[in-house]
């Protein structure tokens, strides 16, 4: 479902706000927004990428879903 709902938004964009550098890790901290079902909507997400020997080990992404399912009055949750 929610890959489902990334595809029906062609104009997804995701918009930095910060990002944190740490020993064998880094945080990114962005807006996503677009428009699905023709219904706007905008989230706050984070990606946290551990990096090890210069390489991307792991990318573990957290995004605002609660916010998002108020905006566009769907449950993202559910399985289709």
Excluded: N
Excluded at 4 to 9: C, D, G, L, Q
Aim: charged letters at 25%; aromatic letters at 10%.
């Amino acid at each position: 479902m929610i890959a489902a709902t990334f595809a029906r938004s062609p104009d997804l964009r995701f918009d930095k706000s910060r990002v944190y550098i740490g020993d064998g890790h880094f945080v990114s901290e962005y807006q996503m927004s677009g428009t699905a079902e023709g219904k706007p909507f905008a989230c706050e997400g984070v990606d946290v990428i551990a990096v090890s020997d210069g390489l991307i080990a792991r990318k573990d992404t957290y995004l605002d879903w609660a916010a998002m399912q108020r905006q566009l009055d769907v449950d993202l949750t559910a399985s289709s």
